[in-house]
């Protein structure tokens, strides 16, 4: 049975700085492409990231320039670096896997397999 796991979430003030991990036990992440999505109390789970099997990533316009997704396969992590964080930017983060390894999916139901999920909170 594969697990996503996340970590490194936490509480930063505005312009600070946290990397999230997303560690993968069962299977080899390095056959999917991964995402971040965030999901606020009372909103839907956003798009944050996504990193293909190829190293290709993409970002949603609101984190463009702060958020860096990357991956270790060698690891079966993948990682997201932000930086410049904004009080908008506070939601329970969630790394998911897409079988498709080489898609830019962008909604989650696209998504095959999901983590449990870490808060982020950035203080103004």
């Known amino acids: 049975q594969v697990q996503l796991v996340e970590s490194g979430g936490g509480l930063v003030q505005a312009g600070g700085s946290l990397r999230l991990s997303c560690a993968a036990s069962g299977r080899t992440l390095g056959n999917y492409a991964m995402g971040w999505f965030r999901q606020a109390p009372g909103r839907e789970r956003d798009f944050v990231t996504v990193i293909n099997r190829g190293g290709s990533t993409y970002y949603a316009d609101s984190v463009k320039g702060r958020f860096t997704i990357s991956r270790d396969n060698a690891k079966n992590t993948v990682y997201l670096q932000m930086n410049s964080l904004r009080p908008e930017d506070t939601a329970v983060y969630y790394c998911?896997?897409?079988?498709?390894?080489?898609?830019?999916?962008?909604?989650?139901?696209?998504?095959?397999?999901w983590g449990q999920g870490t808060q982020v909170t950035v203080s103004s």
């Open positions: 998911a896997a897409d079988r498709s390894a080489y898609g830019f999916h962008l909604r989650a139901d696209e998504y095959d397999l």
